[in-house]
């Protein structure tokens, strides 16, 4: 089976920073990643697929890149609305595996 | 638009088996465009996906579980179900019934999740 390493586990940012997330495959995965957005209670939402597509409707300060096995998700200006958890997720050989997440704190 | 809601109890005993249900509304299981799944998420911890069923029965399960779960779907009544057997403390979780479009291998809707908790 596939692993997936995400980090950091933690990060805090004011409103305004760009920040970064990485995900890590132990094998190549292509472009079969996706992330997504959960705030506590709630299930997560879709964000990126197919590695850098933006699903419909999400905000385009979001923005994934990579392929083979390291992939980023970036947030060019952090809003308020974006404090959350982040989850990467893989796709391969019909099975899916996701990340640890990153929670995204106020700094 | 499409909507998803799991139903089941609440509270299992160790040992026994839990069973969930998922009810799609807005559209139908019968589409070959998707791939219906469960996925949990342990408190305060990541997601695990379990496995997912295809409009043809066909099942595909995560290896660490596969032993103890079973999926299935009724047509006729446009869900899908989720049994899992000789569940313990560690099955405790918060499970999600989705949907996985084929051509992004991603979940693009969720249902709103459903806490079920493993006691005496």
């Known amino acids: 089976d596939i692993q997936m390493t995400q980090s950091p586990p933690t990060l805090s940012a004011s409103v305004g920073d760009r920040v970064t997330i990485t995900c890590r495959a132990s094998r190549s995965i292509s472009r079969w990643l996706a992330w997504y957005q959960q705030k506590p209670g709630k299930a997560p939402k879709v964000l990126i697929y197919?590695?850098?597509i933006l699903e419909s409707g999400v905000p385009s300060r979001f923005s994934g890149s990579g392929s083979g096995t390291e992939f980023t998700l970036t947030i060019s200006s952090v809003q308020p609305d974006d404090f959350a958890t982040y989850h990467c997720q893989c796709y391969d050989s019909k099975s899916y595996t996701f990340g640890q997440g990153t929670k995204l704190e106020i700094k | 638009q499409v909507q998803l809601q799991e139903s089941g109890p609440g509270l299992v005993k160790p040992s026994q088996t839990l069973s969930l249900t998922c009810t799609v509304s807005g559209g139908s299981i019968s589409s070959g465009d998707y791939y219906w799944t469960w996925i949990r998420q342990h408190p305060g911890e990541g997601l695990e996906w379990i496995g997912f069923i295809y409009y043809s029965g066909s099942t595909f399960y995560n290896s660490s579980l596969q032993s103890r779960i079973t999926m299935s779907l009724d047509t006729s009544k446009n869900h899908f179900s989720l049994t899992l057997t000789s569940v313990t403390a560690a099955d405790t979780a918060v499970y999600f019934c989705?949907?996985?479009?084929?051509?992004?291998?991603?979940?693009?809707?969720w249902g709103q999740g459903t806490m079920v908790t493993v006691s005496s």
């Open positions: 197919k590695a850098s």
């Open positions: 989705a949907r996985a479009f084929r051509t992004g291998y991603a979940f693009d809707i």
